[in-house]
């Protein structure tokens, strides 16, 4: 069941404003702050809201977590090894917490909304200062200013997740390219993600909001756009409002380049695919995840398609836009996986042609129903797959990057090139990257390219 989301009132965020301007003018504030950021873009983003908030107390951002006054650690839960890396990391800055003892560590975001995560974090980690969960971000000025006035560790995680909150500070990483959350949490409980408990069930912002914020991003001059949720394709759930049509709704307002992320299978509509090949600004990429190629590890995985259904939806985007770019995720080594199940993903990879792929090895998330299903693989089987569907994948994509030799594109440009100088690089409207000659001025414009080269992972091009 979908839940009805609930805006955090007007007083609400004042008050949170006010807190924020009582902090700005303490004057044993961090005077900087540095946010380290895993997992996906939608943490990213979460970031950039934190830093917005941050910057609204009068902070600046510091150039490595070395020179700030606080970090801030948003993390992931996905996989073991984020967790593991996150945790590393914290423990890392207690050393620097001895020689600089003024420093405040927090940890945040995903793997603190686990639960009793944040209760076992604080007691296990003495020099952590705020540990708060995905549903408190908007707290951040007074989970701070209780730590700062009353000298005590807070820890804030909420069990109320339908809440949406609009017109948080912002601090984007950059002004040609911004991300845009639509929708928050996940309705579909995949036996083996542990998103649905951290994120909380499907809610998505009212489609004027997002198109009031598409607006000024225009004004300021944007290029691109990011739509984000974990399965944008059933945007407006419980609503009237849906995904085909707020991509018109932004389509028809002109902002040069607009991409999603991420889309359910099941949820990819023939009117949504027809949306994308009338769009006159929606790229020609998409993210579908299939996660695995075999009938019976799909059903397991609960993902709730077919491998016929899945292909039929491929054949369906090819068939209204021919020059689309798919790429997807991949699980290896799920809990019964037998060899000729792989195979069956290997062959879907060689019938698809994917442009890329993230490919993980299972790792079981405790909470989740596929943690405790039998026949776990080995980790030497999972790495050996591993290895084998990465070699399948990348010859997909040269294949796919070689057909598209001599064709056109336009690259939205994004830095220059660490090896030359005299060349930049960004990514094509289908999502690969590409590398042009150009210069610093480049970088945030789009320029249009013909293709002259290919590689597995990036294209070159020279300017037309
Ligand atoms: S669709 Fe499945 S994999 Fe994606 S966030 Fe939801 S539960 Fe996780």
């Not at 950021?37 to 910057?55: F, R, V, W």
């Not at 299939?290 to 059903?299: C, M, N, R």
């Not at 689309?324 to 879907?348: M, N």
């Not at 945030?444 to 597995?456: D, M, Q, Y």
Request: charge should be neutral; proline fraction near 4%; aromatic fraction near 6%.
């Amino acid at each position: 069941m979908s839940q009805l989301p609930v805006l955090i009132s007007e007083a609400e965020l004042n008050r949170q404003r006010e807190i924020a301007a009582l902090i700005a003018a303490l004057p044993e504030r961090p005077g900087s702050y540095h946010i380290v950021t895993y997992g996906c873009q939608m943490n990213a983003h979460d970031s950039e809201k934190l830093a917005g908030i941050l910057e609204s107390m009068g902070m600046r951002e510091a150039s490595d977590r070395l020179n700030a006054d606080l970090v801030l650690f948003n993390t992931c839960c996905i996989r073991d090894n984020a967790e593991r890396r996150a945790l590393g990391n914290v423990v890392w800055l207690n050393e620097l917490k001895k020689r600089k003892p003024g420093l405040m560590i927090g940890v945040c975001g995903c793997m603190v909304q686990q639960p009793l995560m944040a209760q076992r974090l604080i007691k296990r980690y003495p020099f952590v200062d705020l540990a708060f969960g995905t549903h408190n971000l908007h707290q951040l000025p007074a989970i701070l200013y209780e730590l700062l006035t009353q000298k005590k560790r807070v820890v804030s995680v909420s069990e109320q997740e339908n809440l949406i909150a609009e017109g948080l500070p912002v601090r984007r990483q950059n002004d040609y390219k911004a991300f845009i959350t639509i929708m928050y949490g996940c309705n579909n409980y995949c036996s083996y993600c542990i998103v649905p408990y951290v994120r909380g069930r499907e809610r998505s912002r009212r489609m004027a909001e997002i198109l009031t914020e598409t607006e000024a991003l225009i004004k300021s001059g944007t290029q691109e756009i990011m739509l984000l949720g974990q399965n944008v394709n059933s945007y407006g759930n419980g609503s009237d409002e849906t995904f085909p049509q707020l991509l018109r709704a932004l389509d028809a307002m002109g902002v040069p380049r607009i991409r999603f992320m991420t889309s359910h299978p099941k949820d990819l509509s023939d009117e949504l695919i027809g949306v994308m090949a009338e769009g006159k600004h929606i790229c020609n990429h998409l993210h579908l995840p299939v996660q695995s190629g075999s009938e019976v590890i799909l059903q397991t995985m609960n993902r709730r398609y077919t491998r016929a259904e899945y292909l039929g939806r491929v054949k369906a985007l090819r068939q209204a836009v021919p020059n689309i770019g798919l790429t997807t995720d991949f699980i290896v080594g799920f809990p019964g996986e037998t060899e000729a199940q792989f195979e069956d993903t290997v062959s879907l990879v060689d019938a698809v042609g994917y442009d890329g792929a993230f490919t993980f090895i299972f790792s079981p998330r405790a909470g989740t129903k596929a943690a405790s299903l039998e026949g776990q693989v080995s980790p030497e089987v999972a790495g050996e797959r591993l290895r084998h569907l990465i070699t399948a994948v990348e010859a997909g994509s040269s294949q796919a990057h070689r057909q598209m030799l001599g064709q056109m594109e336009n690259v939205l440009v994004e830095s220059v090139s660490k090896r030359d100088q005299n060349m930049v690089s960004g990514k094509g409207t289908r999502g690969i990257t590409i590398t042009l000659p150009g210069t610093p001025e480049d970088i945030g414009k789009i320029v249009p390219v013909k293709i002259t080269s290919s590689a597995v992972n990036t294209l070159r091009a020279e300017r037309t």
